[in-house]
């Protein structure tokens, strides 16, 4: 897969491509990228996707922007997994915000992109005050020679599958729920760094994954695996949220602990999924108390993984 930065002034080659900010990868996204690559095939084209850094709401109202699913990395890697040929990433400024759709058209999806065919969402609004939407594409590409489509909502069980379904699932803490609007169980990747060995001093050391976001979409303790480490899926309890009892501050911190496992694994690039939720955080007026409900968690996760939870 390819993965460009900037749109050139003029498009040398066409393509296929959809537009959105994909966030988490759910079961709509996919099925909108399943008939973008069918559609490029079709074609004989590229079947790409543009997306925005950083999220349009992180630019406009940082303090109310929603808590991503995905950081850019794993998004890129889910595309690749879709099958997507390219990724056009544009950084998403004012000055972007402030073209008009018709510019937007024009600069970016015509002579910038050469597209032959564009895809979008049934609720997808672009440009400046957000003025572009399914019937100007359409107009628009009657006259630029384009064809455009729009997919509909996919609902599971009567509900909308969306990036905010899926946050206020994980927010309640139904990640069973959320896995069914996802098509998967939800995952956090990340490099596992040195931390602070609180966990070891208490007799339940833990794997740090280091966060490169400030907000996430959950909190509390999981069964969840680890991959990445080897060929398996390993079994732990994790803990995600600011460590209450510790005082640590507010960034989120991620720590595992796995089970029956003793390597050294500093410097691995490893996803976390998140199985079922136990518990909130809470704060404990002892690190004795800590401990003890730590052993407690550990003996629900290993009682879910053996089928007795």
Same mark, same amino acid.
């Given at each position: 897969m390819q993965f460009f930065r900037t749109i050139p002034a003029q498009a040398t080659s066409s393509r296929v491509l959809a537009i959105g900010n994909f966030d988490g990868l759910h079961l709509g996204h996919r099925a909108l990228l399943e008939r973008l690559t069918a559609t490029a095939r079709q074609h #004989? !084209?590229?079947?790409?996707?543009?997306t925005f850094e950083p999220h349009p709401r992180e630019l406009f109202s940082p303090e109310q922007a929603p808590a991503r699913l995905t950081s850019l990395r794993e998004k890129l890697a889910l595309l690749e997994a879709c099958g997507i040929d390219e990724v056009h990433l544009l950084h998403f400024s004012r000055k972007l915000a402030g073209l008009t759709a018709d510019d937007f058209v024009e600069q970016i999806l015509v002579r910038g992109l050469g597209v032959r065919h564009l895809i979008i969402g049934d609720d997808f609004r672009? *440009?400046? *005050?957000? *003025? *572009?939407?399914?019937?100007? !594409?359409?107009a628009a590409g009657q006259r630029h020679g384009f064809g455009v489509e729009a997919m509909?909502?996919?609902?599971? #069980? #009567?509900e909308r599958v969306s990036s905010s379904a899926v946050r206020d699932t994980l927010a309640a803490g139904d990640l069973e729920h959320a896995a069914c609007l996802l098509g998967r169980p939800y995952n956090i990747s990340g490099r596992v760094v040195h931390g602070d060995k609180i966990g070891r001093k208490l007799g339940w050391p833990t794997a740090n994954i280091q966060l490169k976001r400030k907000r996430v979409a959950l909190a509390g303790v999981f069964a969840a695996t680890v991959s #990445?480490?080897?060929?398996?899926h390993l079994p732990g309890a994790a803990s995600l949220g600011v460590r209450p009892t510790l005082g640590a501050g507010l960034r989120p911190v991620l720590e595992v602990h796995l089970f029956d496992f003793d390597q050294e694994i500093y410097g691995a690039h490893v996803t976390v999924h998140f199985l079922h939720k136990l518990r909130d955080e809470m704060k404990f007026d002892s690190f004795d108390a800590l401990t003890a409900q730590i052993a407690r968690d550990v003996k629900t996760t290993q009682d879910y993984f053996a089928g007795k939870y």
């Open positions: #004989g !084209l590229p079947a790409a996707v543009m672009f *440009g400046k *005050g957000r *003025g *572009g939407d399914f019937a100007m !594409l359409q509909h909502t996919i609902e599971i #069980g #009567g #990445g480490i080897d060929k398996r």
